[in-house]
């Protein structure tokens, strides 16, 4: 509890998967996966919405931005951004930008 952070070692975390600042304030569901080169900001909850039996399954190169909430049985495509502050609910498909409260997807990203 050094920075106020809980991430199981249950959870699958892929290489290279960077937490911001040293992973302040960040919260991960005992069972999230989240895949390779990712980037998680401060602050970041990744949890399991209440009745839903699944938790989010984060894809490769993801970037999700500081203070942002992503919670249910989700899915989050490889090579996407998470804005900040965000709350994802939705599944997010691969190449994507999204942000909000909601989260809605602002544009397809440039490959």
Same mark, same amino acid.
Not at 9 to 20: D, P, Q, R, V, Y
């Given at each position: 509890m050094l920075f106020a952070t809980f991430i199981p070692?249950?959870? *699958? !975390? /892929? *290489? =290279?998967?960077?937490?911001?600042y040293l992973g302040l304030g960040i919260v991960i569901h005992k069972d999230a996966v989240i895949g390779e080169n990712c980037t998680i900001g401060q602050n970041v909850t !990744? /949890?399991? =919405?209440?009745g839903d039996k699944k938790v989010p399954i984060i894809g490769n190169d993801v970037y999700i931005g500081a203070g942002s909430v992503v919670f249910g049985e989700i899915e989050i495509g490889d090579n996407s951004i998470i804005g900040a502050n965000s709350v994802v609910t939705k599944n997010i498909p691969k190449d994507t930008i999204a942000y909000g409260n909601p989260a809605k997807i602002i544009r397809k990203k440039r490959t």
């Open positions: 070692s249950s959870a *699958k !975390i /892929g *290489k =290279n998967t960077k937490l911001g !990744i /949890g399991r =919405n209440l």
